[in-house]
T-cell receptor, first 118, second 112 residues
Framework: GAVVSQHPSRVICKSGTSVKIECRSL??????MFWYRQFPKQSLMLMAT?????????EQGVEKDKFLINHASLTLSTLTVTSAHPEDSSFYIC??????????????FGPGTRLLVL | AQKITQTQPGMFVQEKEAVTLDCTYD???????LFWYKQPSSGEMIFLIY??????QNATEGRYSLNFQKARKSANLVISASQLGDSAMYFC?????????FGTGTRLQVTL
């Protein structure tokens, strides 16, 4: 299957700092990537859809100025958590659309990034 | 809006036995896709199986099969010949043209 990587896998930062998470498609080009957040023992919640060369589409309730998304190339999307606070501590996971059109498209996920804000 | 319901927070199965993980969905869309993902403790989401709303046959992928009952809006995952490595969280998800919506997951524990 398609391989999606994320970096870093784990990050601890101080409150008020910004953290950048990278999502890469390793063996394919991804015009669309997705960013999810997962709190402990909960399901994945879509934060935003990242489109190469255009602005990201954010889900309702997600602050676009706090969670900056840049999809500068067909293989890389970045999520920057700006001025992180302890409540931003979570598991952030990206995915890339692979193949198919509409409902038949499959999403392959990266290994996720655990963010802890102290 | 889509809603996915997984009513089993946790399941146990003995090694080599089969297990069924339940999933029901609620969507007003005529065209949709149904997915199952496995999430081990490492956190990675692993794609297992896909079923399209217009697919007449139930999907199968190795030891995984999807019991799709459209009228009941259910898409249960059947894992045959369970292995210790199958212990993980399992998420059912649905998608219309817009986005993927996940259920709350079922934690499966395979025992000896």
């Amino acid at each position: 299957g398609a391989v999606v990587s994320q970096h870093p896998s784990r990050v601890i930062c101080k409150s008020g700092t910004s953290v950048k998470i990278e999502c890469r498609s390793l063996d394919f080009q991804a015009t669309t990537m997705f960013w999810y957040r997962q709190f402990p023992k909960q399901s994945l919640m879509l934060m935003a859809t990242s489109n190469e060369g255009s602005k990201a589409t954010y889900e309702q309730g997600v602050e676009k100025d706090k969670f900056l998304i840049n999809h500068a190339s067909l293989t890389l999307s970045t999520l920057t958590v700006t001025s992180a606070h302890p409540e931003d501590s979570s598991f952030y996971i990206c995915s890339a659309r692979v193949g198919g059109v509409g409902i038949r498209e499959t999403q392959y996920f990266g290994p996720g990034t655990r963010l802890l804000v102290l | 809006a889509q809603k996915i319901t997984q009513t089993q927070p946790g399941m146990f199965v003995q090694e080599k036995e089969a297990v069924t993980l339940d999933c029901t969905y609620d969507t007003s869309d005529q065209s949709y896709g149904l997915f199952w993902y496995k999430q081990p403790s490492s956190g990675e989401m692993i794609f297992l199986i896909y079923q399209g709303s217009y697919d007449e046959q139930n999907a199968t992928e190795g030891r995984y099969s999807l019991n799709f009952q459209k009228a009941r809006k259910s898409a249960n995952l059947v894992i045959s010949a369970s292995q210790l490595g199958d212990s993980a969280m399992y998420f059912c998800a649905s998608r219309t043209a817009s986005k993927l919506t996940f259920g709350t997951g079922t934690r499966l524990q395979v025992t000896l």
